[in-house]
């Protein structure tokens, strides 16, 4: 079965290789979360959100969940049991430990990592094919926010694999206020994440409406705006001044690894991204 999975991806190298893994660990994590209670409990957002379930044409490494109201005592670890044995059902085996935090958060979070003898059974069948090698560790990241920023909004989603089951996942005006959230106030001194800028093209590009209401809590959250309301002016003022304090060269360099095909980047430019924003859209609300 994992086989036919990764033959769907046409993998071309290695990289393609592990990221069609990785996302298969993704879809059998959120075939387990399906068969409890976790999704009446919690939406499911982000770049894998916006890959799986609405076309986004990059890969993505984390799973990101957001409690549907603030419990500061919900635990990840009560699902830790039904993943593994979603895995071992399949024939694989894996780990699952929870992730030393620096500082007290409300992102409660956990590594899910393969073990080594998954990876060795499904890469020495691509290795008969291809003759593609790795010993790369291969995991993802499932990251819960147990205090959010609420006003967002939600829907059911339809997965086909390990079997049909569906998920809450946030709706793509609200994810698109998250990702502007991201791009906006992403607290990175010296770095600059790729994938918001690709995401922030896509979203514009498909004319996806900004969550405006989602994205206002987000950053009066985050003490990044004070005032109770925001107009698409100030939110393309702010875009503004992001575009000409970041490294377009440096934006590219991290997104390249993430998709096939790196020639849409070539147009990347500061005029272009500026020109780009002014055809954003707000949702009416």
């Given amino acids: 079965m994992i086989k036919d999975w990764i033959a769907e991806y ?14 298969i660990m993704q879809e059998i994590t959120l075939a387990a979360l399906s068969r409890t209670d976790f999704f009446e409990k919690v939406a499911f957002y982000g770049g894998t959100s916006l890959r799986i379930f609405y076309g986004l044409d990059r890969y993505s490494e984390d799973l990101d969940f957001s409690l549907l109201k603030p419990d500061s005592n919900f635990s990840i670890e ?11 059902s399949l024939g694989l085996t894996i780990s699952i430990k929870g992730k030393n935090k620096v500082k007290q958060t409300a992102i409660d979070s956990a590594f899910l990592k393969a073990d080594t003898i998954w990876q060795e059974i499904v890469l020495q069948d691509i290795i008969k094919e291809t003759g593609i090698r ?11 926010d147990r205090q959010p920023p ?9 997965l086909l694999r390990p079997f049909s089951f569906y998920v809450k996942c946030f709706t793509k005006p609200s994810l698109f206020a998250g990702k502007m959230h991201a791009l906006l106030f992403r607290k990175w001194k010296n770095r600059v994440k790729g994938r918001d800028w690709y995401d922030l093209e896509w979203y514009i590009k498909k004319g996806v409406p900004l969550d405006v209401n989602h994205f206002l809590a987000r950053a009066k959250d985050t003490n990044d705006w004070q005032e ?17 304090s970041v490294s377009f060269s440096n ?12 020639e849409v980047l070539n147009i990347w430019s500061p005029e272009y991204f500026k020109d780009l924003v002014e055809n954003i859209k707000i949702e009416n609300t």
Wanted: charged fraction near 40%.
């Fill in 10 to 23: 046409e993998p071309q190298n290695e990289e393609e290789i592990l990221s069609a893994l990785r996302e």
């Fill in 78 to 88: 009560f699902y830790f049991k039904p993943i593994v044995d979603e895995f071992k």
């Fill in 228 to 244: 109770d309301s925001i107009s698409k002016e100030q939110i393309i003022e702010l875009l503004d001044t992001k575009i000409k």
């Fill in 134 to 144: 790795s010993n790369r560790t291969l995991k993802i990241k499932l990251e819960i």
């Fill in 251 to 262: 934006i590219k360099d991290d997104v390249v690894r993430f998709i096939k095909n790196d």
């Fill in 150 to 158: 609420l006003s967002f909004q939600t829907e059911e989603k339809l």
